[in-house]
């Protein structure tokens, strides 16, 4: 009959159990942006127009930096009447027309030249950059590797405080794959650059690019892990 090991430390089987954390700084793998062109229209018609021009503008220029711009893609649309501010009836005074555009970019070279031509755009307004690093970015996997070598590393200092030795693993684990609370998750990190609306048309001449240092992205990795130890001699 196979004995099965107690799920708790005995004397002779004595257990440690310990957290193994990592926490790396690296650079940034993508940055994006977001792009809002807007219009104004007597009528319905001269604003969908404005704004289909300007939309077009703003996809074509992104699409001049080949692979550079990794996606790019168009949200919400909008055309909203403005309604006169005097008398009861239902009169428009004009026309109000907005589209966003999202941008997302790896040349980061590349990325403070766009954001300086789009923001000398007409009626046109950019946000960002906000960096990020890729889902399966390598960054992920080393933080995981020195966490569990941490989780290793405290066990056996725990047993060498005890005169003793580890003997084997008997669990490693995520934080949260138990019944531990997970991390709550990290927002985001914006960048440091907005774009203003450009009202006047673009100036004859495109202004130098910006110089857009990356934000350097914070990577976190937690393990829980439990050791059997040699009985130390107490």
């Not at 940055?31 to 300007?54: C, F, Q």
């Not at 699409?63 to 790019?72: I, P």
């Not at 590393?153 to 934080?175: C, F, M, Q, S, V």
């Amino acid at each position: 009959m196979t004995h099965t090991p107690a799920p708790y430390g005995t004397p002779d089987h004595p257990r440690v159990a310990v957290r193994g954390e990592a926490r790396l700084e690296v650079d940034p793998e993508t940055a994006h942006i977001t792009i809002t062109v807007t219009a104004r229209g007597k009528d319905r018609r001269t604003a969908l127009e404005n704004l289909t021009r300007r939309n077009t503008n703003v996809l074509e220029l992104a699409r001049t930096y080949g692979q550079a711009v990794e996606k790019l893609e168009t949200g919400a649309l909008s055309i909203t009447p403005e309604l006169t501010s005097r008398g009861r009836d239902e009169k428009i005074r004009a026309y109000h027309g907005r589209v966003h555009i999202t941008a997302v970019l790896s040349d980061f070279t590349a990325l403070g030249e766009l954001t300086t031509r789009i923001a000398d755009l007409d009626m046109t307004r950019i946000n960002g950059p906000w960096w990020n690093l890729r889902p399966d970015s390598p960054a992920h996997a080393q933080a995981r590797r020195q966490a569990v070598q941490e989780a290793l590393k405290r066990a056996r200092e725990y047993a060498d405080a005890l005169g003793t030795h580890l003997t084997a693993l008997l669990e490693i684990a995520d934080l949260g794959a138990e019944n531990t609370a997970p991390l709550p998750p990290m927002p985001a990190a914006p960048g440091s650059f907005r774009g203003r609306a450009a009202y006047g048309g673009a100036e004859p001449e495109t202004p130098p690019a910006l110089d857009l240092e990356p934000q350097r992205q914070t990577v976190y990795a937690q393990v829980n892990a439990r050791f059997t130890m040699e009985p130390p001699k107490l």
